[in-house]
């Protein structure tokens, strides 16, 4: 495994880990300036949407896990096809469940580290197992 690569990965895990903790500015850390991401129902959004939608989750618990399937490296770009299970539980209110899978762009910035530059996520609502 190549160090990009395994900086890729760390990003992933990383950004798993924060979201589990609510740890926002982590999340964003882990972004491009100009990221966009992509979901069913909606126009394109960017890092500021992101983020104000992600605070007003509040107290809402994640938990999930999330297999890449796919990792490619083309110079200073790189894309992941993943396959993510999580559940989304409100302080007051019944668990939200999604999966799905997400195609994912990964640019490597002039600092040498790598961020998320555009996000493809076809998570879907999902029966309780």
Same mark, same amino acid.
């Given at each position: 495994?190549?160090?990009? =690569? ?6 992933? *895990?990383?950004?798993?880990a ?9 999340? @964003?850390? @882990? ?11 909606? *126009? $394109?959004?960017?890092? =500021? ?5 992600? &605070? ?6 994640? *938990?999930?896990?999330? *297999?890449i399937? &796919? ?13 993510? &299970? ?8 019944? $668990? ?13 910035? %002039?600092?040498?580290?790598?961020? @998320? ?7 879907? @609502? %999902?029966?309780?197992s």
């Amino acid at each position: 495994m190549t160090d990009d =690569e395994k900086a890729i990965r760390q990003v992933v *895990e990383t950004w798993m880990a924060a979201s589990k903790a609510g740890d926002i500015a982590t999340v @964003l850390s @882990l972004m491009t300036d100009d990221v966009v991401f992509m979901v069913p129902g909606q *126009e $394109p959004f960017g890092k =500021e949407a992101f983020a104000t939608a992600s &605070e007003s989750m509040g107290d809402t618990r994640i *938990e999930g896990t999330n *297999e890449i399937i &796919e990792l490619q490296i083309i110079g200073n770009w790189a894309f992941t096809r993943n396959r993510i &299970e999580m559940t989304a539980t409100p302080s007051a209110g019944a $668990p939200i469940r999604r999966s799905g899978y997400t195609l994912t762009l990964l640019h490597k910035e %002039s600092d040498g580290k790598w961020r @998320l530059a555009r996000d493809a996520n076809l998570l879907t @609502l %999902s029966q309780k197992s």
